[in-house]
């Protein structure tokens, strides 16, 4: 703080809701803008309920902080409405004048493309919405009615709030691994950039404005859809180790991997990451599970965190030990 980019270090689903929501809660974040779709669904898990957000930003359960949509994202309208009601954030939810809209028309395109189901995209039509609005025939936020009552300056209010030393979060969303640009996985990627900078760019956050990067891995990889996964398991061999997971957006199967320390440093290079949060310790080591003290941590599970700190040249500030927004261990 006062101005973190969170970004998700591999194929997506790295834990962002998780960080993001302890974070809101423990640094009384001022301001809090999500960036990217409705393809990517953020989890928080609060007080004994469970929520997938794919467009209101995860930062909602601290009622004091500003939710933004940012100006460079593609806004859903019905499940921009429908997630407001779910976590009431009337009131305090912004959504920026020229964010574009995703429409049904962008799904089922989305749907009927070979290439796409090759890739396996998520089938909510992000890559055709952000083609629509590369030829400048996109809606905008400010041309929709039912969202007069949200239209905000998303851009001037985050420059104006960091001018006033507020602290702000910019959330990333999906992971550096399906960067459009960047991966070098193309096709197997998504409609747009996902990494550090341009979750900046999209927020209109000039580089040195940020402050920190935060990067998230998990403990282990996973990725939906097409494309490779180096050093990918078997879901068998995924459900002896306690990896098996289903996608928050889309109840797709995930494809897992171990750990990737020469992917975690590469990318870490390469977004600019100051610091680092590992999320979903106790996968790896139950014994980590609820743990909240550095201290309380089995040998081997140290070991683990000393060898991610050593070949990222990052340290790991903050370690999630199980799926509570709470559930972490915070060395900051
Ligand atoms: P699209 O973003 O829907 O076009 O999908 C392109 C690729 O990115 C597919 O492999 C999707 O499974 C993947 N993808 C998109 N969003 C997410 C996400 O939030 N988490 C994980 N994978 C994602
Ligand atoms: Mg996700």
């Known amino acids: 703080m006062p101005c973190t980019v969170i970004v998700g270090a591999f194929w997506g689903d790295e834990g962002k809701g998780k960080i993001i929501s302890y974070l809101a809660l423990k640094d009384d974040l001022d301001f809090c ?5 409705v393809n990517a669904a953020h989890t928080v898990l609060f007080e004994g309920k469970k929520y997938a957000l794919h ?3 995860a930062a909602f359960i601290n009622s004091k902080t500003r939710l933004l949509i940012a100006a460079g994202a593609n806004v859903h309208v019905q499940k921009f409405l429908d997630e407001v009601e779910q976590t009431k954030a009337n009131g305090r939810i912004g959504v920026d004048l020229n964010a574009s809209i995703i429409e049904e028309k962008h799904s089922a395109q989305d749907k009927a493309s070979a290439i796409n189901k090759g890739i396996g995209t998520t089938g909510w039509g992000v890559g055709p919405a952000i083609e629509e609005r590369v030829r400048r025939t996109a809606k905008l936020a400010k041309d929709i009615p039912e969202l007069k009552p949200y239209l905000a300056d998303q851009v001037q209010e985050v420059n104006d709030g960091l001018d006033a030393n507020k602290k702000v979060l910019l959330e990333g969303t999906q992971g550096f691994m399906l960067s459009l640009f960047l991966s070098g996985g193309y096709p197997y990627v998504t409609g747009r950039d996902t990494g550090a900078s341009a979750i900046a760019s999209e927020a209109g956050v000039g580089p040195t404005r940020v402050d ?10 996973t990725r ?6 180096p050093g990918e398991i078997s879901k068998e061999e995924a459900q002896r180790r306690g990896w098996f997971e289903t996608a928050a957006g889309t109840g797709r199967d995930r494809r897992s991997a171990p750990f990737d320390f020469e992917l975690a440093k590469k990318n870490a290079k390469i977004n600019g990451a100051t610091q680092a949060a590992l999320t979903k310790l106790d996968s790896l080591f139950p014994r980590c599970r609820g743990v909240k003290q550095y201290g309380d941590l089995p040998a081997e599970a140290k070991d683990f965190i000393k060898e991610v700190e050593t070949k990222t040249c990052v340290p790991v500030v903050l370690i999630g030990t199980g799926p509570e927004a709470m559930e972490i261990i915070d060395r900051r």
Do not use: D
């Open 212 to 221: 920190e990067v935060l990067i998230v891995y998990k403990s282990f990889i």
């Open 33 to 37: 803008v999500r960036t990217g779709s």
């Open 55 to 57: 467009m209101v930003p």
């Open 224 to 229: 939906v859809g097409g494309g490779p996964l």
